[in-house]
């Protein structure tokens, strides 16, 4: 059975740039989450989006976006790179159901240089 | 691959031994936690859950205990063994939150010898 899946694996981008991520989720799971891993801490929420509508925001600013497609896969959006926003992104997919665990996906590494 | 554990605390034991890591969470109305492992280069991996009206759980060689009064879990691993090298976050699920939206403790870097 095929986990979350996230493309690219790693990504360089250079200051200023614009970068897209992707993600799909476990099939069946219509919750799908952002987050970002700077290096030595723990996950930080980015966005939540159930069927296609967002359903939360963490505290990033707007150069940070998000959709969700009727396929349920989603994809993070950075406009205008900084040096900070190097991170491991993480997507996670869960069942709507409160109290099931969210399964997260290898992540995608984004150096900006 | 890149280490997700610098700056992190460290808990260093002996293949065999037990271990305890300790987390502590910030919203006293939370009532959904779980434990996760993060191999280097790895995203998070569900090890165990727990609701607020449970104050123990146990799993395969895991158990998690929850301590409402002073917002604490704790993480036993029995027989600890090289595989269980990683770091080991707590994460909670916040009031009128879901799994979607966890809030991550700090993390704690566990570091088994042979």
């Known amino acids: 059975d095929a986990g979350v899946t996230q493309s690219p694996t790693h990504l360089i981008k250079t200051r200023g740039q614009h970068v897209t991520l992707r993600c799909s989720p476990i099939?069946?799971?219509?919750?799908v989450s952002w987050y970002q891993q700077v290096l030595g801490q723990g996950p930080q929420f980015i966005f939540q989006y159930y069927e296609k509508e967002e359903r939360g925001r963490g505290n990033f600013p707007d150069r940070f976006s998000a959709r969700q497609f009727p396929n349920y896969s989603s994809e993070l959006n950075v406009n205008a790179l900084l040096l900070g926003d190097s991170a491991l992104y993480l997507c996670?997919?869960?069942?709507?159901?409160?109290?099931?665990?969210?399964?997260f996906g290898q992540g995608t590494r984004l150096t900006v240089v | 691959g890149e280490s997700v554990g610098l700056h992190l605390p460290t808990l260093s034991v002996q293949e065999g031994d037990n271990s305890i890591i300790n987390c502590a969470y910030s919203?006293?109305?939370?009532?959904?936690f779980i434990w996760y492992k993060q191999e280097s280069g790895k995203g998070p991996q569900f090890i165990i859950d727990i609701r607020s009206n449970m104050d123990k759980r146990q799993g395969q060689r895991v158990t998690v205990l929850l301590n409402k009064t002073v917002k604490h879990l704790s993480l036993q691993i029995a027989a600890t063994q090289p595989g269980d090298s990683a770091v080991y976050f707590c994460a909670e699920v916040p009031p009128r939150g879901s799994q979607g939206n966890l809030i991550f403790g700090k993390g704690t870097k566990l570091s088994v010898k042979p």
């Open positions: 099939s069946g799971h219509k919750s």
């Open positions: 919203n006293s109305a939370s009532d959904y």
């Open positions: 996670a997919s869960s069942l709507q159901n409160r109290f099931t665990e969210a399964f």
